[in-house]
T-cell receptor, first 113, second 113 residues
């Protein structure tokens, strides 16, 4: 079974630009969660999508948004990039059956110059 | 008070010794607890999940949970240099399997050969 796939693996953008990251969950998983990881703040929850609906949201500004498609693939978008948005963005999928376990993709490393 | 706290380390242990990693959490309603391992530059991978008070063993790893003390730990027996990584404690808040995971900032473990 293929794991969680994130594309692209690396991105370099400049301030003010926008970026879209993609995540394909494990086959059969309907829940996709996004996290931002930085050395100072650790892993912070951005949002979670289930069946194309945002089910949970973390404490990030509205510049961070996401969506989920009918095939469970998810995208997250960051608009008006700031230097502080430089981070590893991780996507995790789970099957949402009982105490579900999240499996992480390899991440997208975003550098904002 | 931070929601999930871990000693950042580094925790250094000699090869073959027992490494003990600790985590405390603030939400008394937390029901699900996870340990992830993250190698430098890689994504987190699940090592253990634990839901009930007591010990849970899997190979060289033992997770211990004490909900009354709001404390969860991970013991690694016969530590190997390949165990050198950052260990992340994650807690699911509340009783629902749909609530987000909250991560500690991780403890860096170094196993010295």
């Amino acid at each position: 079974k293929a794991g969680v796939t994130q594309t692209p693996r690396y991105l370099i953008k400049t301030r003010g630009q926008q970026v879209t990251l993609s995540c394909s969950p494990i086959s059969g998983h309907r829940s996709v969660s996004w996290y931002q990881q930085t050395p100072g703040q650790g892993l912070q929850f951005l949002f979670e999508y289930f069946s194309e609906t945002q089910r949970n949201k973390g404490n990030f500004p509205g510049r961070f948004s996401g969506r989920q498609f009918s095939n469970s693939r998810s995208e997250m978008n960051v608009s008006t990039l700031e230097l502080g948005d430089s981070a590893l963005y991780l996507c995790a999928s789970s099957s949402d059956g009982g105490p579900d376990i999240q499996y992480f993709g390899a991440g997208t490393r975003l550098s904002v110059l | 008070q931070k929601e999930v706290e871990q000693n950042s380390g580094p925790l250094s242990v000699p090869e073959g010794a027992i490494a003990s990693l600790n985590c405390t959490y603030s939400d008394r309603g937390s029901q699900s607890f996870f340990w992830y391992r993250q190698y430098s530059g890689k994504s987190p991978e699940l090592i253990m999940s634990i839901y009930s008070n007591g010990d849970k063993e899997d190979g060289r790893f033992t997770a211990q949970l004490n909900k009354a003390s709001q404390y969860v730990s991970l013991l690694i027996r016969d530590s190997q240099p390949s165990d050198s990584a950052t260990y992340l404690c994650a807690v699911r808040r509340g009783n629902s399997g749909n609530t987000p995971l909250v991560f500690g900032k991780g403890t860096r473990l170094s196993v010295i050969a």
